[in-house]
């Protein structure tokens, strides 16, 4: 039988998975942790509120000094005037900037995601990453996260942690 390959290196996620431990063992709440509260809740059922995994929609958008209605500011570190629309509140309404096409992208939830990220075990948590992390020149946004394998050993570890807090079990045993 052909040996599965070997996992993929993910080093921050090991990273963020000794970080959750840390945080997670300790005896009470003394550190809010965005990234690891929305992983936790999602796998527990609730519905995602961040940017950063799950799949909820993103309705914000920005209006500059000038007036200019642009996409959320984390876009902009994927190409020059990524976050442009064209559209300022002097001309157009807000209704028009949820229509315009990289805003409306982000409301599809899962069928923006990319046909890796439909099919992947953890996609309902993982969400396809940070939307920006999912940027190519040439492509797009419908790609898997560059932090693909981190997310996914992110993931994995935190719903092996919730796991055998609820059957009353440590991480070694
Ligand atoms: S980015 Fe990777 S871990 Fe996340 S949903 Fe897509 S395939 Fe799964």
Known sequence: ????????????????????????????????????QEIAALLLGAPSRAEAVGLSPM??????????????DSLKSAYAGAAETGLDVFRNSFDEALRHPGVAARQLGERALAAECRGCPVGRVCGGGNYVHRYAPGTGFRHPSVYCADLERLVRH????????????????
């Open 59 to 72: 309705a914000a958008v920005v209006v500059e000094t000038d007036g200019a209605i642009e996409q959320v």
């Open 1 to 36: 039988m052909p040996r599965a390959p070997p996992p993929a290196p993910a080093p921050y996620g090991d990273w963020l998975a000794t970080v959750f431990d840390a945080w997670w063992d300790e005896r009470r709440l003394r550190t809010r942790v965005r990234l690891f």
């Open 158 to 173: 935190i719903a092996r942690r919730l796991a055998r807090t609820a059957r009353g079990t440590t991480p070694d045993n």
